[in-house]
């Protein structure tokens, strides 16, 4: 990644846009706020990629100003930011982000910083802003464009949206859902890598705007299928009813077609590695590790795998019987399960609580690979740990459901 020709910075513009870290740090949620609603106001097409969930929880923006606050602090090094960038990209693919929509993007954002900041948005920041945007955008167009030929290039792959129709719907738990997914065409489709996500297109009667969710890839690859299990997400304080994951639980059946892209994402099992491999999960965060769970088992690895598994209780403890039934038949397979709020009913699990470094000392290896999904405070509290614990962060592997916060 460069931002060379054409796009190759002046001093002066990067010691400008440096300038700006600061007020980034403090205004930047604001004007990253300020921006999609001026660009949706303006481009409410764009709302058939975006997802309005986040929008209205106030990740996105979140998401954005932290991208935007390491660019400007890398703007004379892009490439420190690669892995940020990488991540952006797959995510941008999946969603079929094309160069076209970055001019709309660069328009509004210098907008949004001019608008908030007002007085203090001397031209010489702005002008160093418009040409920092360019580099920027350029670098991210370069990356697409690669992984764009690469999803079509791969045996079984394909460009933009493919039809996909639900072969079976299995109910995992009172909140978790799977969906077995076959190509309508008959035709082969790509494997992809345990962990990695697809983009699923909905339409739904009287929405005005078409609905895009990635969703992990829930069983191993090689089968024929994608499989995909969606929780339920109910209103709760702060947290607007998920209308795409109600819509396929409750209206969606067997037969029903859903367009899909290539699967996607940099958040995957490093399967050349033989050091013990932890997984560690919180409610659905367990998907992307029941696809590198199943891959372990049916590859037949001797590699020593842990399942730590924690949930509100047996109600909505998914996959149980299938973990179950892995341990039995992999010997070197061991799953620990933790509820915060057993049943009177509920007896199969290991603690009750949460997961806490004295604990998770207990009943893994430090000396391990450790990949870990969740709600957003459970991955807090477990990366805390292992920080704690001293693993080092090239044995440290996350994911985030939804736009890409900060652990640290």
Known sequence: MSTKSPYELSEKTITTVKSTVPVLAEHGEAITTHFYKRMFADHPELKNIFNMTNQKAGRQPRALANAVYAAAQHIDDLTAILPTV?????????????????????????????????????????????????????????????????????????????????????????????????PED???ITSYH????????????????????????SDAPGKGYYRISV???????????????????????????????????DFYL???????????????????MMSMLN????????????????????????????????????????????YSTPGTEDSAYD???????????????YDAEFYFCGPEGFMREVHSSLKEWGVPDEQIHYEFFGPELSLH
């Open 86 to 182: 990488n991540q952006i990209a797959e995510k941008h693919r999946s969603l079929q982000v094309k160069p076209e929509h970055y001019p709309i993007v660069g328009k509004y954002l210098l907008i949004a910083i001019k608008e908030v900041l007002g007085d203090a948005a001397t031209d010489d920041i702005m002008q160093a802003w418009e040409e920092a945007y360019g580099a920027i955008a350029h670098a991210f167009i370069q990356v697409e464009e690669k992984k764009y030929e690469q999803a079509v290039a791969q045996d079984g792959g394909w460009s933009g949206y493919r039809n996909f129709k639900i072969a079976k719907k299995v109910k995992e738990s009172a909140v978790i859902t799977s969906f077995y997914l076959e």
């Open 351 to 365: 603690r009750e609580g949460r997961i806490d470094l004295p604990w998770l000392k207990s009943v893994v290896p």
């Open 194 to 217: 345990p962990g990695q996500y697809i983009t699923v297109q909905i339409n739904m009667p009287h929405s005005e705007y078409t609905h895009l969710r990635q969703y992990s890839l």
């Open 231 to 265: 929780k339920r997400e109910e209103a709760g304080p702060g947290r607007p009813e998920g209308v795409v994951s109600s819509y396929l639980h409750d209206q969606l059946e067997e037969g029903a077609v859903l367009p899909v892209t290539a699967p996607a994402g």
């Open 270 to 288: 490093n399967e050349e590695n033989h050091e013990p491999l932890v997984l560690i999960s919180g409610g659905v965060g367990l998907t992307p």
């Open 295 to 338: 891959r372990m088992v049916h590859q037949n690895s001797d590699r020593d795998v842990y399942f730590v598994h924690a949930a509100h209780n047996q109600e909505v403890h998914a996959f149980k019987d299938e973990v179950a039934d892995f341990v039995k038949e992999s010997p070197s397979v061991q799953a620990k399960v933790v």
């Open 186 to 188: 008959g035709k082969k």
